[in-house]
């Protein structure tokens, strides 16, 4: 019995199946305090715990099961298969972009063996080849892991890594940037790397999957293709999300950083910009196509300056020279701030504990046009005098704050409250992290915080901004059979 | 000068219209120090502000100007309007049904001049038919202010005293009730009574408006005709939000209390049924029509026996006599209760705060299928030890939690947090507080958190819960369209 045999399982796992006799590849029964499940027991990836014993049953589904839970494990040995990872050398091109993909953790793409179900990891390139081949046609390509972490414990030390990474390719002259996330706070990440990477020389585009790479109807191997070509072949040079498009297989949406949100725990097409429209669709035969052909998009070019900025005078001196063709990498982030989410009969100890605690920033998450109650009034002034930046967002998601309509809009605002327009809750989060990082100053924080870098802030619904959410107003659902057909 | 001229000014803004020697209705040029404006002075509504004078200004919208930025009022005095609510008695027909409308603040409907621009509000069973005289072709009224406060500052304490009423109203044999309500937490009222009011015999419908009764596209005499239909003539003895239909003037949409969000801050088609159709259209030809036939609606019927609830016991018993025709009021409700909103770099100090403070609830709102960064692992231990009942909901909206599927579910369950399912997060928070109003076992706590009571939970995506946002599936238009063509 070959160690091979328990690939990845450590402690209680790996004693639960030696206790039982059961292997990797094994067919299973497998008795539980909570039933009964059937399936075959597949090796674990990366990262993973030592208590559970992942099982593909016959839905197609990999379950972990709690070994506390087992009773019993009835296991079938079958021939146990022989494949690997086909790795080839990725082909090189003469002539094809260069594309660098940062890893953050968890599987970009996997090789699937149909016959155990089982999913080979799959990140150099020559594994990636392997897996998605069609990727030797779109680009060149060099990889990099430079984290293993999951998607919701990704946090401002990960944003300023990966921002300095940027800058570092970026001076390097890779021709664009993918990297691989996790779905959970890929929108947060995107969000932070375009204040932290402003003026970039050309695109950076996030990337995950909604369906792991085992399952029929992964949209991993897709993604991946899209990013690549939009990283590679496109002239967008902001941080991008590139997700499954909303209606079928045939094409992703490219959506700016700052503007984009995870809007269903499990669909594919989860990824939606919120009050406009996506910046573009990407397929591979007629590559980045923008929505709007007046965007105001930064273009890709050659010069690869890059200038490190860690306080406000230098800040303030870089917007001054007014130079497009510099990069500009702003690495700071002070994380004391939070998020407070309104609801009727909050109370004020929920603030009463961040000034105690030394937050230094909030942005709520009010009610309609950016309301909390009246009970919360004193303890919001008392944050402001204790030197706390409170800026407020609307938690209808779609819309405007517009505090001057009611009076308790007026009243937050007396007390120190500073409506964030149209950003995104999770968009004002990290900028106020972002610009607190450069400056505690009252009048500079709300200066940067009021001055959009890449859309966090849009005119009035440009395009009926509410209705996109379905993938298209008129307009683009007409562009987009137009360009897709 | 009569005393009229100042209708509805206080203090600062009373003395500042008298030094200025301006008048309700007066055309006024205000020099501010934040610039000029232009308009006609209008009566202040009740429950505002002493701080601001009130302009409608050429664009026809009302701006409220800080008495303290004014530093001159030009005015120009006009022919004072004389007019007033044609009150005449809202006339009696025999054999319409009988619609309680209980208000709880803000106005209802109101009357327009138009060469003023004046809003005059309508409460009264005489003032409304002024106002809207079509609802006397619709049923017999009534009329209730409840309270008059802000629906941000609405609170459990008002749910109760609104349950109480709806009770007693019951008891009385009303056809209907319709409740006036801001709109800002218009939804977590609705989904608070739907716990406290169960089997409910007559329909129960919470109406507002996004846009004022002195702007052109007010939905606010709309939407109270729908409301009075639905609650006078409808057969579903639920609480329901009726509210502005996605795409046109000609329908209302019931939605259940439990699901339905506020989705725009400002639009009049804000409100949306998520993972779910709407229950019905209704509208003043066809009445209410409800979009699946086999939907599993209440009706309405003549019993009215009302069951004062107040502990587990009793609720159990009552639950366990499985008698339908007998209202449950169960007006608890345990104010310890907190909605924690998840962002990356979230650290244990806010959950620290809530365990100080006695909380004994916090409904979590996760990233993608449930989930928060590893960081909180050992203080959500600490909670659950602490004795406070934790449930998962998901950011995203749309969807559900699934806490097997990754290793950081499972750890976030093993340390004590219930996935909610497809639980709003507001839904979820109010029926937390509701619950533990009842009891604090924690067993007990869960089976009434995930028993639903209407739809708070539903089966998975029944109509591609996800389209209908946008108003209807395929199924959903078609209907819609049958219906109203």
Chains 1, 2 share one sequence.
């Not at 080849?129 to 069609?134: H, N, S, T, W």
């Not at 010069?303 to 001196?317: G, S």
């Not at 690495?331 to 989410?341: G, K, M, N, S």
């Amino acid at each position: 019995m070959s160690e091979e045999n328990f690939q990845g399982y450590k402690k209680e796992a790996l004693e639960t199946l030696k206790k039982y006799n059961a292997h990797v590849w094994d067919n299973a029964e497998i008795d539980t305090t909570r039933g009964h499940f059937s399936g075959k027991i597949l090796p674990r990836a990366e990262n993973t715990d030592s208590k559970h014993i992942v099982v593909k049953v016959v839905t197609g589904y990999n379950i972990g099961i709690d070994v506390d839970t087992i009773t019993d494990i009835k296991s079938h040995a079958v021939p146990q298969p022989k494949f690997q990872i086909p790795e080839k050398e990725f082909p090189y091109t003469k002539g094809f972009p260069h594309v660098k993909l940062l890893g953050t953790g968890g599987t970009i793409a996997s090789r699937l063996d149909y016959r155990t179900g089982a999913v080979i990891p799959a990140f150099s390139p020559g594994e990636l080849y392997g897996a998605v081949p069609e990727l030797a046609d779109i680009c060149n390509l060099d990889t990099e892991k430079i984290f293993a972490v999951f998607s919701e414990n990704m946090s401002p030390k990960e944003y300023i890594a990966l921002a300095n990474k940027i800058g570092e390719e970026a001076k390097n002259g890779i021709d664009g940037i993918v990297i691989g996330h996790g779905t959970d706070t890929l929108a947060h990440t995107a969000t932070a790397l375009t204040y932290m990477c402003q003026n970039l020389p050309m695109p950076v585009i996030l990337v995950g999957s909604q369906r792991s790479s085992d399952r029929p109807s992964s949209d991993a191997a897709l993604n991946l293709m899209h990013a690549m070509t939009a990283a590679g072949h496109g002239d967008i040079a902001e941080v991008l999300v590139c997700m499954f498009g909303p209606t079928s297989d045939e094409y992703g949406f490219l959506h700016r950083g700052t503007r984009v949100r995870k809007m269903h725990s499990s669909y594919r097409s989860t990824f939606r910009t919120i009050g406009d429209t996506p910046v573009a669709t990407v397929n591979r035969k007629d590559g980045v196509c923008p929505i709007k052909e007046e965007y105001n998009h930064r273009r890709k070019h050659g010069e690869r300056k890059v200038e490190l900025i860690t306080n406000l005078e230098d800040y303030k001196a870089s917007i001054a020279r007014n130079d497009h063709n510099t990069m500009r990498l702003v690495p700071t982030f002070d994380d004391r701030v939070a998020i407070l989410y309104y609801y009727p009969g909050m109370k004020p100890d929920v603030v009463e504990s961040l000034i105690e605690r030394g937050y230094k920033g909030i942005v709520w998450n009010g009610t309609g046009l950016g309301h909390v109650n009246k009970g919360m009034f004193d303890v919001i002034q008392k944050a402001t005098e204790a030197g706390i930046h409170q800026y407020m967002s609307v938690q209808t998601i779609w819309g405007y704050t517009h505090m001057f309509v009611y009076d308790t809009g007026r009243d937050l605002m007396a007390r120190g409250i500073i409506p964030a327009s149209n950003m995104l809750a999770e968009s004002a989060y990290i900028k106020l992290g972002w610009a607190l990082g450069l400056t505690h100053d009252r009048e500079e924080v709300k200066k940067l915080m009021l001055t959009p870098i890449n859309s966090e802030i849009t005119p009035r619904e440009p395009y009926n901004g509410y209705l996109v959410y379905q993938g298209g107003t008129p307009e683009v659902e007409e562009f987009i059979k137009k360009v897709h057909k």
